[in-house]
């Protein structure tokens, strides 16, 4: 047997574990028959120069199917790597990202709450210049008042003529009196449009009450969110500008759950409440908190609406820097 034929053998076996059948096909599949026809020329014995020929051209064309799948195996090796390390970037690339974010988040957290400390502070400075101003004016109308009541003790004792002039004054000192009384109407109306810029707000016969929803607290919770907070160093603000106000806070639940949880979660969010606006200055003994549970609504409890209605803390302000009740409803509506 011609040397020349082991070796067509050798070469398409090493050819095929190489996998030529798969990545070198048409080559591979030529070197297939020229293989089978150099074992057939042998087995029928025909010339020896035909066999060595047929056998040459199997190893030949073998040897070039295992040249290509060795190219093409090593440029899918290639592209792997490449795609590996594209993902390696990108993923570096998003981890880098993810980083970044906490740092953006942070930033954008402290400037927003500058703004909104700027803005706490100019309504303080311009509520408190108001507030300084309705006090001069109010000491001004004491001081026209005495001097009004004064002059009236004496009247029964002066002639017709300087009686006259008694009463004219009398009437000007009560005019003063009106006019200061007056000015507490326009305060309260003032103080009235402050509150409402921030939360909703309306007059009663109890005094102004400001209403916070359940959508400032965690479901279920008494925590504060930060949009609550930043409403409530607002109030603060606006509240600090008005000396001698009283602020009763009044924490309300909706029927859903039971009657102690409801009073303990009303009695907790009122507190905190409470305790924020201390925190930012607000005199401890002109601030009070009470829950209520779910023993006053405001709406029906058959309805989700009507529940969130339900879900609130109520800041009843009112004192005699505000005066009495402005149009208040004639049936007290409101919370309570």
Avoid: C, W
Avoid at 42 to 60: D, G, H, L
Avoid at 134 to 142: N, P, R, T, W
Avoid at 296 to 301: E, F, I, L, R, T
């Amino acid at each position: 047997m011609p040397l020349s034929l082991y070796e067509a053998r050798n070469a398409v076996q090493v050819a095929q574990a190489a996998g030529a059948d798969k990545y070198a096909g048409p080559s591979f599949q030529k070197a297939q028959p020229l293989l089978q026809q150099a074992e057939d020329s042998q087995k029928r014995q025909v010339a020896r120069k035909n066999v060595e020929m047929s056998a040459r051209e199997a190893v030949q064309t073998a040897e070039d199917a295992r040249s290509i799948t060795l190219k093409r195996l090593d440029e899918e090796r290639q592209e792997a790597e490449r795609k590996a390390a594209e993902a390696r970037e990108a993923l570096a690339k998003q981890q880098a990202a993810d980083a970044e974010k906490p740092k953006l988040e942070a930033q954008l957290e402290e400037e927003k709450a500058a703004r909104a400390k700027a803005e706490v502070e100019a309504a303080r400075a311009a509520a408190l210049a108001q507030q300084q101003e309705a006090e001069k004016a109010a000491e001004l109308a004491s001081q026209q008042k005495a001097a009004a009541e004064a002059a009236a003790t004496q009247a029964s004792q002066l002639t017709a003529q300087q009686k006259a002039a008694a009463d004219a004054a009398a009437e000007n000192a009560k005019q003063t009196v009106a006019q200061a009384e007056a000015e507490k109407i326009e305060l309260r109306a003032q103080l009235l449009q402050q509150l409402s810029n921030v939360l909703q707000t309306h007059d009663t016969v109890r005094g102004l009450i400001v209403n916070m929803s359940d959508v400032l607290f965690d479901t279920g919770s008494y925590t504060l969110r930060t949009a609550a907070r930043e409403k409530l160093a607002k109030i603060s603000g606006i509240l600090l500008a008005y000396p001698g106000l009283k602020i009763q806070i009044e924490g309300y639940t909706d029927s859903v759950g039971g009657d102690d949880f409801n009073q303990h979660l009303s009695e907790q969010r009122a507190g905190m409440v409470r305790d924020y606006l201390i925190d930012q200055l607000v005199p401890a003994g002109s601030v009070t908190a009470r829950g209520f549970g779910k023993t006053k609504p405001v709406a029906s409890n058959d309805t989700a609406e009507g529940r969130q209605q339900n879900r609130r803390v109520e800041l009843v302000v009112n004192g005699d820097a505000i005066g009495d009740s402005v149009d208040a409803p004639a049936n007290g509506a409101s919370s309570n």
